[in-house]
């Protein structure tokens, strides 16, 4: 429903829309409409029910006044609204509960605002200049200037901090680097994007997986969740009764069109979508493998990298360690770099209270740890990744990408990983 953009076809849509409930609103609805020059025939008498059954059968307009007034479940009524009304219009809902806890999830399902009744003529006529605002707005167009960069992070264990790195990358390359960025996370079930930034997850990412037909840009620009001017989040927080069955479509289709619209996207890729959707990797530039100094982690980094070296050939491959204690390590830097083969590329220091404070806070990891020494290692994984971006480096180069395995024998590396384990025993001991 509420999309800040300017659609293509906008002409071809009723400028405004009003379903009201009583008397006296219907009134100060079409005298504000004539004031501003909207048809006053289209203030219907209704509210919200009758609002969704007109739209089910008639193009949405531009603009949509709903009263909802007589309504026993305002969200669930509204989630109904937006499954008749098309992307594009913005919904401006009115009622008599003074609940802001109801505010802010009926602004998070995606309408524009919510006016208070007995109506007021000042307030009503602000809110629709505020939606006309939406649609006078220029969309910013990114094709001619820096070439879209599409980052993974994916996680070695679970608890590794792969969703830390994912917002903490989002939003150094949205604040600090100044993209316009998109953050993907494709946890449906348990993904903390959104609750790393203080946000609701809304609807967005399982309407994409449900009706992957509506995926276009219209779609991505009303069910992403704006974090702040350069950053919006897609996430949701599915029920867990509720499996998702996807093919991976809509997966696809959402980053054809992230390119479009936006500058840079992070992907919170969980393990598991490797297997089930390895088409995601396709088009990635780089991939953020975050790890722990653990033979877990080891073992699964060595994995992780022999399988990116045959499914995404083209991406760049960044080591992240973290969580990484001064001193007390189950596997020392050292002998972790000598099985994978690798250097680490980055680390981000142990420091249990700074990322308790971000979670008091409601904000990323890398804005708490800002212009400390913690956070140091996710500003120069950020500045690494606005590298690739700007130099737009070959798809055949080698620089950063899994080394090639001596002798071409995974079992080999293995077996070099199994070797740590009793050195670390005799130095424990």
Known sequence: ???????????????????????????????????????????????????????????????????????GDPLNDINGLAEVCEPGTVVIAAG????????????????????????????????????????????????????????????????????????????????????????????????????????????????????????????????????????????????????????????????????SAFECTVIDLPRNMLIQ???????????????????AAARDTIRLLSYLKTNAPQSQILVLANRVHPTIQEISRKDFEQSIERKVDFVVPFEPKLAAQAAKLGKTFAETAKGSKTGAGLVQLAEQIVAIGDEGRDEGSAKGKAPKVAGGSLMGRFADLKAIIPNRKAKAG
């Open 96 to 259: 008599q509960v003074n609940d802001v806890r109801l505010y802010r999830d009926l602004v998070a399902s995606g309408i524009q605002d919510y006016l208070l009744k007995p109506l007021n003529p000042d307030s009503l006529r602000e809110a629709i200049a505020g939606a006309q605002a939406v649609f006078s707005a220029p969309r910013i167009d990114t094709s001619t200037e820096r070439p879209h960069i599409t980052i993974a992070v994916i996680g070695t264990r679970g608890g590794s901090g792969c969703s830390m790195a994912a917002t903490s990358l989002s939003w150094l390359l949205s604040a600090k680097a100044s993209r316009l960025t998109a953050l993907l996370d494709l946890d449906v079930h348990f993904g903390t994007g959104a609750l790393a930034m203080d946000l609701e997850p809304g609807r967005g990412l399982t309407d994409a997986i449900e009706n992957p037909s509506r995926i276009d840009g219209l779609f991505i620009e009303r069910a992403m969740v704006k974090a702040s001017d350069k950053l919006a989040l897609l996430s949701a927080e599915a029920p867990i009764s509720q499996p998702m069955m996807t093919d991976g479509g809509a997966f696809y289709q959402l980053q054809e069109e992230f390119r």
């Open 277 to 295: 959707h390895p088409h995601l990797l396709n088009d990635v530039n780089a991939t953020v493998i975050v790890t722990e100094f653990t033979l």
């Open 1 to 71: 429903m509420n999309a800040p953009w300017k659609p293509a076809g906008a002409s071809l849509r009723d400028a405004f829309h009003a379903y009201v409930c009583d008397d006296n609103s219907y009134d100060i609805v079409r005298s504000i409409a004539i004031e501003m020059g909207f048809p006053p025939e289209k203030v219907n008498k209704g509210g919200l029910r009758n609002a969704v059954q007109s739209l089910s059968i008639t193009a949405s307009p531009n603009i949509l006044f709903v009263d909802m007034s007589e309504s």
